[in-house]
């Protein structure tokens, strides 16, 4: 069974949950779970894996146990969290694997400090380019909209996300979390029966980690500010041949509030660069990409694609090729929380690729 421990860092008190001893010659596991989770969300991995290696799952900024201090964030901060986490605890390199958020900030993590990762498995994530159908990234832009969304519904947010219960709020412009026609996973979603995937455990124990209103700070804080929504143009004279534009808060949340809703907006069909700094950076070390038809439906037109499909059709699916030149990948059947509602195709990729077998 994981333990439970606290380290400081320089930035933060930093919770975590930690197994296994590893071996002298193996690097340690590191974890990063997505939102609106905790450390928890790895439950089926962390035993599986301690049995070859040293795992340590922190509660990342904001969530859990973990501190959550009200400053406006960056990706740089969240990504200096690890590095100053495996400072505190005295790892030198480490295996990173992530999940959504967590995925985020491990891709900030690998190409800013490639030395200290031997190896990076990302379950279901994002690089530097959105998903236009990813439309809560344009709500939470929306001030106060999600303040005063998080404020009457979160607990009733996480029980819909994950027990399956009515929210009793509405979709688009009022929140992104009910389905419409075009909105995300409106087509899924009628399918779709979390209480095969979570317990009545698992859920309360996300609407607890959940209801402190610094978590929901946090949350928006995440998307608000460390997702610079900028359009990406051709342009000769700029550096690389491409030009990008930045859109404020405010311009975004014109969007989301567009009349006809934000599906009808001109803009709305472009994929968003959220980090023109990095799209040029490359991370050598072995890679390894889980996906979901949620990421990358157009693999999944004939069934579950090959191993090492390589993404492509739009610019966030070919993001991972340009920034991983030792790139394998997998498809998983599944909905968007892989590591929970697979967890054995989980555990068998892992371990596999952990191993060096993939």
């Known amino acids: 069974m994981p333990t439970s421990n606290f380290v400081e860092t320089p930035s933060l008190r930093i919770h975590y949950l930690q197994e296994g001893k590893g071996t002298p010659e193996g690097d340690p596991v590191i974890m990063l779970h997505g939102f609106p989770q905790?450390?928890?969300?790895?439950?089926?991995?962390?035993?599986?894996?301690?049995?070859?290696?040293?795992?340590?799952a922190p509660d990342t900024r904001g969530y859990g146990k973990t501190d959550k201090p009200r400053i406006r964030l960056t990706r740089d901060?969240?990504?200096?969290?690890?590095?100053?986490?495996?400072?505190?605890?005295?790892l030198e390199r480490a295996?990173?694997?992530a999940h959504d958020w967590g995925g985020l900030i491990a891709f900030k993590a690998v190409v800013d400090y490639p030395d200290r990762f031997s190896k990076l498995a990302l379950f279901d994530t994002l690089t530097s380019v959105w998903i236009n159908w990813g439309i809560h990234g344009y709500w939470f832009k929306c001030e106060p909209q999600a303040e005063e969304f998080y404020e009457k519904h979160h607990e009733a947010f996480i029980r819909s996300v994950f027990g399956g219960e009515d929210g009793g709020y509405g979709g688009p412009p009022y929140s992104p979390w009910a389905a419409v026609e075009g909105s995300e996973g409106s087509e899924s979603l009628s399918d779709f029966d979390p209480?095969?995937?979570?317990?009545?455990?698992?859920?309360d124990h996300?609407?607890?980690?959940?209801?402190?209103?610094?978590?929901?700070?946090?949350?928006?804080?995440?998307?608000?500010?460390c997702l610079p929504f900028h359009i990406e143009r051709e342009d000769a004279n700029a550096p690389g041949g491409l030009r990008f534009e930045f859109l404020s808060s405010p311009k975004v949340a014109e969007m989301w509030n567009h009349p006809g809703l934000l599906f009808s907006h001109p803009d709305y069909a472009r994929f968003m660069t959220f980090a023109p700094e990095d799209r040029h950076k490359t991370y050598p070390g072995p890679t390894l990409y889980v996906f979901s038809p949620?990421?990358?439906?157009?693999?999944f037109e004939n069934g579950i694609?090959?191993?090492?499909?390589?993404?492509?059709?739009n610019p966030y699916a070919e993001s991972f090729p340009r920034h991983f030149p030792d790139l394998r990948t997998r498809g998983v059947q599944s909905g968007h929380f892989i590591p929970e509602e697979a967890p054995e195709r989980t555990n068998e990729l892992l371990t596999d690729f952990l191993a060096g077998r993939i």
């Open 38 to 56: 905790t450390s928890y969300m790895w439950r089926h991995q962390i035993p599986l894996q301690a049995a070859e290696h040293a795992v340590y």
């Open 206 to 225: 996300y609407a607890e980690a959940f209801s402190d209103p610094d978590c929901w700070f946090h949350a928006i804080e995440y998307y608000r500010h």
């Open 77 to 90: 901060i969240l990504a200096r969290d690890v590095i100053e986490f495996m400072d505190a605890l005295g």
């Open 294 to 299: 949620f990421l990358v439906p157009q693999a």
């Open 95 to 97: 295996q990173l694997v």
């Open 195 to 203: 209480t095969k995937h979570w317990t009545r455990e698992d859920v």
């Open 305 to 313: 694609p090959p191993d090492d499909y390589i993404p492509s059709g």
